[in-house]
């Protein structure tokens, strides 16, 4: 990672109000990190948020290279308008973990779907996205 540019929109926080509360709306900047060492700072730390307000589902991730750069990939699809991503690897490299980080970074929610029953998928699909 010495050699690459990061970006992410996420290192900037929202400015706060007199009651210590987020600013809303906030527009996110996606820009370059100031250094490699800064943005896996900054992830470990969203990681420690999510832990804290996550207790039945602790991740326990080590942030090497190649998970800090896939993390990055997947918070940009995330962004995205109705932005998605096939994530393919073997079971138990962490893609279900990073993905659950990702979706905390980016604010957003997760719609899962427990069914093998076309009919009921779509209908779960047209609910998520109304």
């Not at 996110?28 to 800064?38: F, L, P, T």
Request: hydrophobic share 40%; charged share 30%; glycine share 6%.
């Amino acid at each position: 990672l010495k050699d690459m540019h990061l970006f992410c929109n996420f290192a900037r926080q929202p400015p706060k109000n007199p009651e210590g509360e987020s600013e809303e709306p906030w527009v996110k900047v996606y820009e370059m990190a100031e250094s490699e060492e800064d943005i896996r700072k900054l992830c470990i730390d969203r990681l420690n948020e999510y832990n804290e307000a996550e207790k039945k589902n602790i991740l326990d991730l080590v942030l090497f290279d190649e998970a800090l750069r896939n993390l990055l990939k997947i918070t940009r699809i995330l962004q995205l308008q109705r932005g998605s991503a096939l994530l393919v690897g073997l079971g138990g490299s962490g893609k279900r973990s990073l993905a659950r980080l990702a979706i905390y970074i980016q604010g957003q929610t997760i719609a899962t779907a427990n069914t093998t029953n076309d009919e009921v998928f779509f209908e779960e699909l047209r609910e998520v996205y109304k």
